[in-house]
């Protein structure tokens, strides 16, 4: 029978289910014993195989010494009608004159097989052999891209800490009083991955100390500030200053620095 296994992988190992997370159906394959009663043609996938053997005699067949009712074909005597009806190694019994075996005892079972009684109807399961190059349930080309994408660190969602701390020297656009200004930080590109501080009413050296985790972070993605300042009514908000810093600034090592802004901040 074929089994599936659902699973979170926790990419990072941080202990954390979030959005970044790959929901995986994981297909493996596994052998479970047929239950009594059940037809063993219905557990076993395969191909059913009808044989009929009517000369009395011997049927040429070597079995595994196992335990089950289900034995397997372990060896052939050549010319003798098992051969002839194109039995193989590997084939599994099944049925005995459309009795299903796991219903009977393996000794019911040999002694069926070494009677005379003509004619004899046997049913034997051939279970498929894979085309080479495959495993399980997925084909190698299929898995290994698979593996890849799981592994490419441009394609893997991380979170990522940024600490908004303060700004100094910011221009004023107010025309009574000071700037009101915020901070922006948005994920290049992706407008949606974005938090903004708290804004400090007039104030040109604001001290925000605002720390957020970024979700959907991707390796390779550049952080984008944007000081503003905050306007009431209709107003767009002035932009004060802003700047772009890439991924190999911040993504090796810690980043804890002043960064000049363009636009005059």
Known sequence: RLRLTFSLLDVGGDGIIGPRDVFAI?????????????????????TLIPVVFNAPGQLGLDFADTETSALEVVGLVPGLPAEQQG???????????????????????RSMLTRDTRPLKLHFVRQ????????GLLPVAIFETLMHSLT???????????AIVSARGLRNTDISGLSDPYCLCEVEGKPHVRFQTKAVSDCLD????????????KA???????????????????VLGQ?????????EEDFDQEVPLS???
């Open 128 to 135: 498929e052999q894979r085309p080479a190059g495959e495993c």
């Open 220 to 238: 390779g993605d550049a952080l984008k500030f944007m000081v503003k300042d905050r306007d009431i009514g209709s107003k767009p908000d002035d």
């Open 26 to 46: 994981l297909p493996r394959e596994v052998s479970e014993p047929a239950r009594r009663g059940d037809a063993l043609d219905d557990t076993i996938p395969g």
């Open 152 to 162: 490419d660190e441009s394609r893997i969602s991380t979170r990522l800490k940024v």
């Open 243 to 251: 700047v772009t810093i890439p991924c190999s600034r911040f993504l």
């Open 263 to 265: 636009l005059g901040g």
């Open 87 to 109: 039995i193989r190694p590997g084939d599994i019994l099944a049925r005995i004159s459309d009795i299903a075996v796991d219903a009977l005892s393996p000794g019911d079972v």
């Open 206 to 217: 604001p001290e925000w100390n605002e720390e957020r985790e970024l979700t959907n972070y």
